[in-house]
């Protein structure tokens, strides 16, 4: 676990706002006073855009829902091109300090080269700072969508964020490293590779396995979802993915014995009627998984998932529901918390006031309901489907609304926010 710090630390270039008060954690429980500073990371591409106009429907909802009682103060970190002009580097420390100070930040999204070059900022920065719990919701606004089944999708994702194969433990083919592990492998325990087989490896502990289950199960309990599927390949990768389920199931059934009932139960002791108040905990295999949240979108509430799984689904189910402009997330440590919108930088939007700003106004929306303020995202996400509804939306929702014009995104943050002024 990453500690939250109590007071600044020295900083290099930022300074801590002279309004506003931290975020903290008591008893084991977040505080959060009525005008807490939150760090924001513009970061590249579509993030300055989208990152302040989510700022914009924030602030509107915030002053609306409260009636000026409460209100975020802002404070600017960097990361990615913008820290290079202020920095020098990257992800300065000056930033990492930051969040771990104001304990919550929105961010926008950062560019990684492909195949070369640097290494993600954004593995960098939930690595820094702990965040093992990736959380996407995926939720229907009534936006045109591919699926037919698109209005019975309401899923909340939980991918684990740092172990897996997304753990960067990988060499080449032809690396020193790849040559001595095969030896070790051939020597050592009988294994034979082919020579020129690159080798990573897939790490998932009973630690990171069972801290992201009790996120999920807590999650569930504050939510009332009513399912929580454990997403795995156990039965091809048993000592991982199948352990995988194995210590998810423990920590349902060891921790959270009152709250649940697994699905075994449910047929021996229920006749198959989930008792009232309790969250059936069940589990899936993977390919079988990614064909039924399509054919049966239904059956799926809350999805807990190794790193890979979590990636491929959350992609996969947002596409049911119209794509990556709607897609938000959350990264979660113990406390800290991170939200950025599933999507990157879209390069060829950046400057033109085009890009969809939902996702990164949804992640804003994770982040206030995690603060508990839960009235203003209530808010936005009414502003989100009256502007659907009406069809006041950007490019890429009205390229599947036949003879709509879009709004460019500036046009439709000024619609979300005369809307919630008007609620
Ligand atoms: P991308 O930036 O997500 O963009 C891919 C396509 O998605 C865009 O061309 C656009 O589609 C659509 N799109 C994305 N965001 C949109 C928005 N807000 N509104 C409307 N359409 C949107 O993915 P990429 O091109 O693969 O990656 C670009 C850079 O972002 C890379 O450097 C990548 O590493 C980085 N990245 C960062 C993060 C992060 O910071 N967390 C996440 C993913 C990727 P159309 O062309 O169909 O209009």
Redesign the pocket.
């Known amino acids: 676990m990453v500690d939250i710090l109590d007071a600044p630390p020295e900083f290099k270039k930022l300074k801590v706002p002279e309004e506003g008060q931290k975020v903290t954690v008591r008893d084991g429980k977040l505080v959060v006073p009525d005008e807490p500073i939150i760090t924001y990371i513009e970061?590249?591409?579509?993030g300055p855009q989208?990152v302040n106009q989510a700022r914009a429907v924030l602030d509107a909802a915030v002053e609306k829902a409260y009636g000026g009682k409460r209100r975020i103060v802002w404070w600017e970190a960097y990361a990615g091109g913008k820290a290079v002009k202020e920095y020098g580097e990257l992800l300065p420390n000056d930033t990492v300090q930051a969040i771990r100070y104001t304990v919550l930040a929105l961010?926008?999204?950062?560019?990684?080269?492909?195949g070369g070059g640097y290494r993600?900022?954004?593995v960098a920065l939930r690595k820094k700072l702990d965040l093992y719990a990736n959380i996407r919701p995926v939720q229907y606004f009534g936006q045109p969508a591919p699926s037919r089944y698109a209005d019975k999708v309401n899923f909340v994702i939980f991918r684990e964020n740092t172990e897996d194969l997304y753990a960067g433990i990988e060499w080449t083919y032809d690396s020193d490293e790849a040559k001595k592990l095969r030896k070790f492998l051939k020597d050592e325990l009988g294994v034979e590779l082919r020579p020129d087989s690159g080798i990573g490896i897939k790490p998932i502990s009973i630690f990171g396995t069972k801290r992201l289950m009790r996120k999920a199960l807590n999650y569930a309990i504050e939510y009332r979802r009513r399912t929580v599927t454990i997403m795995h390949k156990g039965n091809i990768m048993k000592y991982t993915e199948g352990a995988f389920r194995d210590w998810a199931y423990e920590v349902a059934v060891q921790e959270f014995r009152d709250h649940i009932v697994t699905e075994q139960e449910l047929w021996e002791k229920y006749n198959g009627q989930l008792p009232d108040g309790k969250i059936l905990v069940n589990d899936r295999i993977a390919d079988n998984m990614l064909q039924q949240i399509i054919t049966r979108p239904w059956d799926y509430d809350m999805i807990v998932a190794p790193n890979i799984n979590g990636d491929y689904i959350s992609d996969e189910a947002n596409a049911l529901v119209g794509?990556?402009?709607m897609a938000a997330g959350m990264n979660a440590g113990d406390f800290i918390a991170l939200a950025?919108?599933?999507?990157?930088?879209?390069?060829?939007?950046a400057g033109k006031d085009?890009?969809?700003?939902?996702?990164?106004i949804l992640s804003g929306c994770l982040l206030l309901e995690y603060m508990g303020w839960k009235e203003a995202s209530a808010m936005i996400k009414d502003a989100i489907r009256k502007a659907i509804a009406e069809k006041k939306v950007?490019?890429?929702l009205t390229r599947h609304m036949p003879g709509v014009e879009p709004l460019k995104a500036s046009e439709y943050t000024n619609f979300l926010i005369e809307a919630i002024k008007g609620m």
């Open positions: 970061g590249d591409g579509i989208i961010k926008g999204p950062l560019t990684t080269p492909v993600s900022l954004n794509g990556i402009g950025e919108p599933v999507h990157g930088t879209a390069p060829k939007y085009v890009a969809n700003p939902t996702a990164e950007t490019q890429d």
